[in-house]
């Protein structure tokens, strides 16, 4: 199950990432918002962070203006590795390197289409294990506050 929800900025990206997670049979829950009205953007962070860390999806997916302030907003919570991603390597990379759990994209900075495909690859990029793991672990002591760099 994937964590989908966006602010006004980025619901055009999510209305097409919807759509292409129906026709691919990918179940997903809406976190919301449910039109391009003005709301704040830490709500929706928060709600699909929270369904990630407790486990209710396996991924999430945040739209926003930038993908910028979403992403930020869902860092804070522990346990998400959400990254911003505007280009296709980026969305490979954050996968196999980074093993994020959320992708962040901006409304004004990418169209649609770029939207499906990089959620495409995210989805079906797998986790890069050897020192990548070692270097998650290390991003993971420095939120748990025992990093020792």
Not at 5 to 13: I, V
Not at 78 to 92: H, L, S
Not at 113 to 120: L, P
Not at 136 to 145: L, N, R, S, Y
Request: a negative charge; charged letters at 25%; glycine letters at 12%.
């Amino acid at each position: 199950m994937i964590a989908l929800g966006c602010d006004h900025g980025g619901y055009n990206l999510m209305v097409a990432i919807k759509k292409y997670l129906d026709e691919k049979g990918i179940a997903y829950k809406d976190f919301g918002t449910d039109s391009d009205a003005s709301v704040d953007y830490p709500v929706y962070a928060y709600r699909v962070a929270k369904a990630v860390t407790e486990g209710g999806c396996e991924l999430g997916i945040l739209c926003c203006g930038t993908g910028i302030g979403i992403s930020m907003a869902a860092n804070k919570v522990k346990g998400v590795r959400a990254a911003v991603v505007n280009n296709e390597f980026g969305a490979e990379m954050t996968r196999r390197h980074n093993h994020a759990n959320i992708l962040c994209m901006g409304g004004r900075v990418i169209d649609e289409a770029q939207a499906v495909k990089f959620t495409d690859i995210f989805l079906n990029t797998p986790e890069e294990g050897g020192r990548h793991d070692k270097r998650v672990a290390m991003v993971t002591a420095i939120e748990d506050g025992t990093f020792e760099g």
